[in-house]
């Protein structure tokens, strides 16, 4: 069973900031926080982790709260490309523990 | 470096046809999963196999799927017989295997299975 909660969908002006939240309150402290994406008719992308630290890269932002009971994903500049299905994953940091996908958030970025 | 290929792309049969999946990881990635995504839903994991060795197949309904990993590459998920509510995409994704660490899933486009 997924361990995250999102909200079903979101809707994004194109060029603003996307932030999507996701609650995973039974978190523990050996689970890092996962975003993946999934554009329409493709599998899955890997977006961005993080275990505690706020984490950037060429995609998006990872926020963590202190206690690790959230997390909020920020897509600085949203484009049309970022249609796309958002999953919020925790999995723990032991090699190769699977991926287990909720529903995800569908966040569609508005023209 | 090339992605994970899966093939075909499209598949219709009818119920109590077989079908087979074919799966080609990344190059040297030691770990390959089969999840299954039904319309409206997340992707769920049917089989998760390390080099050739099974590490999870909880999930993976055995009266009907089969699904294996010779020489630890390519791998092939099979259905037989299949039935209508196995309509679904089916991904294949394959990670390094690493130790004391957490490596990231690459996904392939997905089959799509439509039985009717």
């Known amino acids: 069973d997924a361990k995250t909660t999102q909200p079903p969908s979101m809707d994004c002006a194109e060029g603003r900031a996307a932030n999507l939240p996701c609650n995973h309150s039974?978190?523990?402290?050996?689970?890092?926080v996962y975003w993946y994406r999934q554009i329409h008719s493709q599998g899955p992308q890997y977006i961005i982790h993080?275990?505690?630290n706020n984490e950037t890269n060429e995609m998006a932002s990872l926020i963590i709260t202190e206690d690790r009971k959230s997390s909020t994903l920020i897509l600085p500049h949203a484009t049309l490309r970022d249609t796309a299905v958002y999953y919020c994953i925790v999995r723990a940091n032991f090699g190769n523990e699977k991926l287990t996908f909720g529903t995800g958030t569908r966040l569609t970025i508005i023209p | 470096e090339a992605g994970v290929a899966q093939s075909p792309r499209y598949k219709i049969i009818e119920k109590r046809q077989s079908v087979a999946f074919w799966c080609n990881p990344i190059?040297?990635?030691?770990?390959l999963y089969w999840y299954q995504q039904i319309l409206g839903q997340g992707p769920k994991l049917l089989i998760q196999?390390?080099?050739?060795?099974?590490?999870?197949d909880s999930q993976l309904p055995k009266d009907r799927f089969s699904a294996e990993r010779l020489k630890g590459v390519d791998s092939t998920l099979k259905i037989q017989p299949a039935k209508l509510e196995d309509s679904a995409v089916y991904l294949c994704?394959?990670?390094?295997?690493?130790?004391?660490?957490?490596?990231?899933?690459?996904f392939g486009q997905g089959t799509r299975l439509t039985v009717v």
């Open positions: 039974t978190i523990s402290g050996n689970e890092y």
């Open positions: 190059s040297g990635h030691a770990t």
């Open positions: 994704a394959s990670s390094r295997a690493m130790q004391g660490a957490v490596a990231e899933a690459f």
């Open positions: 993080g275990l505690k």
């Open positions: 196999f390390q080099n050739n060795g099974v590490v999870d």
